[in-house]
């Protein structure tokens, strides 16, 4: 079920989504909000009220980051086996910066984030990434790699992460541009 409510300056969609769930909890892909609620809780509009804060921010980054995107373009020429050597690479380059074993990588598209790692030291890479600058490949890999140190998105983890890439925050902030990119001329294309 689709409802809207103005939220400051901005016009919001959000979808109700009713679920065997305990407590209601809010969803934000990219720039699409979704609620989902216990069978029988009704009171979407006090949640959305309760949450109206939080939903403006990540609602307004996603708008700014929409504007972004316009004017910037994918790599288009890297090839899949390009792609790969590049990762490889990183990842026996970041292996000695941080002292850990990969033991398996696999390429796949996911569209939900740009990589994963377990805990027996497995790394996902998201086969998009092809598309982007070279050093938006290598922080993708140095994130996942330092997985393998700290497995939770905490302080210990982002300390880590500092010691390479101290601007993270507004890498992740060129992520999401670069994903909206692909999400609107890659995704809709296919």
């Known amino acids: 079920m689709k409802n809207k409510v103005k939220i400051y300056d901005l016009d919001i969609e959000y979808e109700v989504i009713h679920r065997n769930v305990k407590y209601p909890r809010l969803e934000l892909k990219t720039d699409k909000l979704r609620l989902i609620l216990p069978e029988g809780y009704n009171d979407h509009e006090k949640l959305v009220y309760k949450h109206k804060n939080w939903i403006y921010k990540k609602i307004s980054i996603v708008k700014t980051s ?3 995107a316009k004017n910037r373009s ?31 990588v696999r390429f796949r598209k996911m569209k939900s984030r740009w990589g994963s790692c377990s805990s027996q030291g497995n790394v996902n890479i998201n086969s998009y990434l092809r598309y ?9 890999v140095f994130h996942e790699m330092a997985h393998l140190i700290e497995m939770g998105h905490n302080k210990r983890f982002h300390n880590i992460i500092s010691t390479k890439f101290k601007n993270h925050e507004e890498i992740e902030g060129e992520l999401l541009v670069y994903w909206l990119l692909i999400k609107e001329t890659i995704l809709t294309a296919s």
């Open 132 to 140: 982007l600058p070279s050093r938006l490949i290598e922080y993708v």
């Open 74 to 104: 994918l790599n288009l020429k890297r090839s899949e086996d390009e792609f790969r050597a590049i990762v490889i690479d990183y990842i026996e380059e970041i292996s000695g910066e941080l002292n850990v074993n990969v033991k398996k």
């Open 66 to 68: 929409m504007d972004e």
